[in-house]
């Protein structure tokens, strides 16, 4: 079936993870600690954040996880209740340092424009919160062409779950078969496998080629690619639908 749609995870996909996340992460942190490095140090170690290179390691939930996976370690680190206000008080401070230290994947407006003009229903599926993403979105002026956002909290559940993309396929009113999820994880890939859809990798994110490969249907450099892509993709759907 030809592509009519295309599920962007966000980060690592439309922004690189390490140039926006490693040192956003850092400034809440030390925001968090006022000064403490003791109580710092503490605080990195239970997020698996290398303070000497200033990045997560290999592994850190931080990375692909929700919330779910990570609030109860940083909370604890802290001395506090991981309950809904700390929840929001933190991805909040995410979000505002995100969004300062947000590093696009190329030229993501000049990408997606293209795709539009392509015919294609676009939209944004991320294990961050949905405020979040839409924030990041506007920055990155991507809104007016985005039909979904979908978040961790947006009821559909996370990935690798496949909730957010059928949900996706169910607000388009398309088959999942017509949807391809962009993204750099293998949550990403999971769960367009699971849904249906096609599994389109980027390399932009910390995931490497040999780790997410056995997971996709397709590997592309960077979403850059994409209008190129999908152009010879559904070209070549339409040869063989008419021998």
């Known amino acids: 079936m030809p592509l009519k749609a295309l599920l962007f995870d966000k980060d690592g996909t439309l922004i690189h993870f390490n140039q926006t996340w490693h040192p956003a992460a850092l400034s809440v942190m030390r925001t968090q600690t006022k ?18 290179s200033t990045s997560f390691r290999k592994g850190a939930s931080f990375v692909a996880g929700t919330w779910a996976d990570y609030g109860g370690p940083w909370a604890a680190a802290l001395g506090v209740e991981n309950d809904k206000h700390f929840e929001r008080e933190t991805n909040i401070l ?16 000049k990408t997606l424009q293209k795709l539009t003009e392509l015919g294609l229903r676009l939209g944004v599926a991320t294990n961050d919160v949905e405020f979040a993403a839409r924030a990041q979105c ?20 996370a990935k690798p779950h496949p909730g957010m993309v059928l949900a996706f396929a169910s607000a388009l009113g398309l088959p999942a078969q017509h949807i391809g999820m962009v ?11 699971e849904a249906g859809a096609v599994a389109i990798a980027v390399l932009t994110g910390p995931t490497t080629r040999e780790e ?7 590997i592309l450099e960077s979403i850059e690619e994409l209008p190129a892509f999908v152009s010879a993709f559904n070209a ?8």
Do not use: W
Not at 35 to 52: H, Q, R, S
Not at 94 to 109: C, T
Not at 183 to 193: I, L, N
């Open 236 to 243: 070549a759907k339409h040869r063989t639908q008419n021998l």
């Open 35 to 52: 000064g403490d490095e003791a109580a710092l140090a503490k605080l990195a170690g239970a997020l698996n954040y290398d303070l000497a």
């Open 183 to 193: 993204g750099d994880s293998t949550h990403d890939m999971h769960a367009a496998r």
């Open 138 to 157: 506007d920055a990155l002026g991507l809104t007016d062409m985005l039909h979904y956002v979908a978040g961790c909290d947006s009821g559909h559940g």
């Open 94 to 109: 995410l979000n505002r340092a995100g969004i300062s230290a947000l590093a696009p994947v190329g030229n993501p407006l």
């Open 212 to 218: 997410i490969e056995p997971f996709a249907d397709h």
